[in-house]
């Protein structure tokens, strides 16, 4: 099972001979509590419906979660939050595996079953590093960025000093940084006034710059107070004024083709000139947003690979396992990552990283987790 931002995956994994994860029975549903919100037991009768049909296939369950959770030793964990805009009632401090369990019971499942859970950046990285094991690299990371964003690496045992029992019996463990909550990233006034909009206002306030959740309305505000300003056609401040959102696609739509068939180049004038101005203008501002984005996606990432203290042989790299749409599909973003991280990390600190791409990493990392835990 893997419930993201915006799809609910449900997949059983199995492993070859070669060790080689076999996915079948793949299903993409909607997110419970997506756009509209729903109540604790409807989330987990939704998550239910979509399981039925493969539950009776195996009585492990892997669950990748991917929103902040205590994770507890029994494998379970408890939800401290929803983000992403995902909005599910009276579900905070609840056991989210044990509701999987109990909810499956009285839907009339009578055979036993075990999950657990783990984050999507840790079962990224346990998919990076199973699909790359024979590979020489340092260390692993586990970065998304999708429609929200986190990291998670690999951390000493006796490094990790609230948990005595990791420093006794783990020689490492993966650590979920629930990074999009960072709160040191310097803010603007168009951040100040976007945040307001959102369904948790002060709260994963780095994620709200960088991800796919929040791209959009980020660039609508900057867009709607330029509009204000004065620094579009009047076309286009009218045509601005007429929507009450963007989303990041149709940001980054317009930068792929500024004259092309999308959204924000149909709302510019028809006039030569202002039509030429106006797409300059909307370009830089819009561009704009998405290179801070690179920044402090660069920032967050060297920062991590720095704290790993690995890497610093160029031959043997710290491998980031990336994944999430904006990540890939946001125009040059891969890119622009790479230039910071190259200027910073490799040739400033002489540590050094690689990227790579594995195809339903959360789903082979959270098989992963549950062959091991269960």
């Known amino acids: 099972m893997d419930a993201g931002g915006t799809n609910f995956r449900i997949a059983v994994v199995s492993f070859d001979a070669n060790k080689e994860p076999v996915i079948d029975d793949f299903e993409n549903y909607p997110m419970p509590g997506a756009g509209e919100e729903v109540d604790r037991d409807e989330f987990f009768h939704t998550a239910v419906e979509y399981l039925k049909p493969v539950i009776h296939k195996s009585n492990k369950i892997g669950f990748c979660f991917s929103y902040p959770t205590d994770i507890l030793p029994n494998g379970d964990g408890r939800l401290i939050r929803f983000s992403k805009e995902i909005r599910v009632q009276n579900m905070i401090g609840q056991s989210v595996g044990a509701g999987i369990l109990k909810t499956l019971e009285s839907e009339g499942v009578t055979e036993p079953k075990r999950i ?95 991800s796919g959740a929040y791209l959009g309305g980020l660039a609508y505000t900057l867009l709607r107070d330029a509009a204000e300003e004065g620094m579009f056609s009047k076309a286009l401040t009218n045509a601005i004024r007429s929507i009450l959102t963007l989303s990041t696609k149709e940001a980054d739509d317009f930068l792929h083709a500024p004259y092309g068939d999308n959204l924000l180049a149909g709302f510019c004038s028809p006039d030569p000139e202002e039509g030429r101005n106006d797409r300059t203008a909307l370009y830089f501002l819009i561009d704009s947003l998405i290179e801070r984005a690179a920044k402090l996606s660069a920032v967050n990432l060297s920062a991590v690979v720095m704290k790993t203290g690995k890497g610093k042989d160029p ?23 790479e230039r910071y991280m190259k200027t910073w990390l490799n040739d400033k600190l002489g540590q050094y990283h690689t990227f790579v791409e594995v195809k339903n990493a959360n789903l082979t990392g959270s098989a992963i987790a549950a062959l091991a835990k269960l």
């Open 116 to 210: 657990v859970l783990l984050n999507d950046t840790v079962a990224t990285l346990l998919g990076g590093k199973a699909a790359f094991s024979r590979m020489h690299y340092d260390s692993f990371v586990g970065y998304i960025l999708g429609t929200g964003t986190n990291t998670s690496y690999i951390e000493e045992g006796a490094n990790i000093g609230k948990l005595r029992e990791a420093r006794r019996s783990y020689d490492t463990m993966v650590i979920n940084m629930e990074s999009g909550a960072y709160a040191k990233s310097p803010s603007g006034k168009i951040d100040g006034e976007f945040d307001a909009t959102t369904v948790n206002p002060g709260e994963s306030t780095f994620e709200k710059k960088i």
């Open 315 to 337: 031959a043997r790299p710290v491998c980031i396992t990336a994944d999430g749409s904006t990540f890939y599909k946001t125009k040059d973003f891969p890119g622009r990552v």
